[in-house]
Nanobody, 120 residues
Framework: QVQFVESGGGLVQPGGSLRLSCATS????????MHWYRQAPGKQRELVAN???????YYVDSVKGRFSISGDSAKTTMYLQMDSLKPEDTAVYYC??????????????WGQGTLVTVSA
């Protein structure tokens, strides 16, 4: 069974940076579409950024110019670089990937979520 292991969250001061990672674990699985979501307390989950297989990228307006989504050349790990963090970025961040594995077929997989807290 393919798993998506998320890491990199934590407590950071306003203006600081964090890098979130999600790496596949288990049978071989190639990532084609990458998505980062977040859910703040009392709010709905929102799409923060994504990259589709054709290279199209999307960032929600509130993070444009501060966050950057990327993946490794092996297409097994994805990242979210977050700079100039603000208190309103505080949320649980989730990664999601659409991809393919010989044993799984086409599949969407989710990370377990990681808490990012931006506070002085």
């Amino acid at each position: 069974q393919v798993q998506f292991v998320e890491s990199g969250g934590g407590l950071v001061q306003p203006g600081g940076s964090l890098r979130l990672s999600c790496a596949t674990s288990g049978p071989p699985f190639t990532i084609y579409n990458m998505h980062w979501y977040r859910q703040a307390p009392g709010k709905q989950r929102e799409l923060v950024a994504n990259i589709l297989n054709d290279g199209t990228t999307y960032y929600v307006d509130s993070v444009k110019g501060r966050f950057s989504i990327s993946g490794d050349s092996a297409k097994t790990t994805m990242y979210l670089q977050m700079d100039s963090l603000k208190p309103e970025d505080t949320a649980v961040y989730y990664c999601k990937a659409g991809g393919y594995g010989r044993t799984t077929g086409w599949l969407d997989i989710w990370g377990q979520g990681t808490l990012v807290t931006v506070s002085a």
